[in-house]
């Protein structure tokens, strides 16, 4: 592939890389996306940008594929991938410029990684000399207030630390929500259950319900048709009333029905109804009668109310049965003027995190780095090792990175200095974030570091260099570093191997071959 054609591929993946990499940090930039249709968007969150920008080529939809699937998996670090690999890139270009073959660059940037990987293993510190709390407060970069801050990573901490404790299948990452509303800072709070921002269906249903036994309904709440189905899915049964008495007969006898479902619901303890459904409304007063409270519209939070109150999903009313249905304390609130339902199961323990925001552009961005900050608690307590952060371990595998390439005398040596030069990207994309000059400040960490003071670092919220784990440590989980640095070299590699583009739909050669004679 020739020098142009390169270029050519792999320049929207810079300028991507560049734009998602100025809102890393607390200080992040913001950046305002104007879609074909007329949509504009504000925002400082590298994912939601990847979403909202539209991309055609295949370079730079294949890094936003990649960063959507570490974001799903680890659910932190996207932005500091994307900025790591956009540098490895970087360097990667200038190095084949001077003549060195992709193949050897490829090999350099894994030898580097072994060695970054070795060297981030042995400077790992354990998760109890800082407490789960400071990995929560680094990686929550919604907010710069300090107490609110403090406030938020200890109720992170405390949820993920129970969480974690469960017996769950993916380690208790799902059992802790956040639901992110406007109202005051100070509102901010973390609830023992699930909370759903919804109105119980009627205002005559009890607000509170203890010990209620919990029906799960898949389909609408109402009377049911007569005739409207069979046990077969390819059959139903038509029904023909031919007088007024007749119709008022059929619709007597459904309404019969209706109260008989609902008697023997109640009568089996079904006190709390959430469908995925409606609840129609010529039912809600019979339900309210009954002593029932009922919330429709459930979807995304159904499986949460499934895992937390241990009942299962029926089709109606008539499948609820004491087997089928779970159990939990239900509570409505009314918070800066919306309406929640809150369920404490007796099943598996959930744990929502409600988040207050002063205004709807700031909602989803705290929303974000609480389900990040979320997402790092739960690294670190699996593998209850931390690294420096701030860009203290970038500098410090930097320097390893370095000293293990001046004793390769093979070419591999210029690729594995390239893929050192690329890790200061983070610290420097740090420090011009919070205001400081960011080559300047690379260069007072790799002055520090050389001293021996291997835990100096920029602290974007103080504006500072400083050792990030004396006062207000700055931490990150080790494995999600690594993870980091694992998907941003496996992604540079993939793309700087491209040697040309191809159409799928046309493969066809330029010139026709012969005939067979």
Known sequence: MDSDARHA??????????????????????????ESGGRVTTTASSTLLLERLELDDPATTLLRDAATDFR???GDGSTRMV?????????????????????????????AFDIASERLDARARPLSLVGAERVAETALTGTRNPATRRRVSEAIASAVTNAAADDSVDGGR??????????????????????????????????RQRDAGVALLSSTVDVPRLGGATDSSKQSISLDVESFEDRADVGAYERDEFRRMLSNAADAGCRFIATQGAVNDRVKTRVADAGITAIERVDDDMRRLVRNTGGRVVPTLEDVTPETMGAADVGFERLAGREFVTVEGTAERMYTLLCRAPDPRSVSAFEASATSAISATFQALADERVVPGGGATEIDLERSVREAARGTASREQLAMEGFARALTEIPRGLAASAGLDGWTSVLRLRVAHTEGRSSMGVDALSGEIRDVLDADPVVEPRRLQRAILGAATDLAVQLIRIDGQLSASNLADDEPSPPVQ
């Open 9 to 34: 591929l792999l320049a929207d993946v810079d300028r991507v890389c560049d734009l998602v990499g100025t809102t890393l940090g607390p200080f992040g930039t913001n950046k305002l996306v104007v």
């Open 72 to 74: 799903d998996e680890w």
């Open 83 to 111: 900025l790591l690999t956009g540098a490895l890139l970087s360097q990667a270009d200038d190095l084949i410029e001077r003549g060195l073959h992709p193949t050897t660059v490829a090999r350099g940037y894994r030898d």
């Open 174 to 207: 799902t059992n802790v929500d956040v639901v992110a509303r406007i109202g005051g800072v100070g509102d901010t709070e973390l609830v023992d259950g699930v909370v759903i921002e919804t109105p119980p269906v009627s205002d005559a249903m009890p607000r």
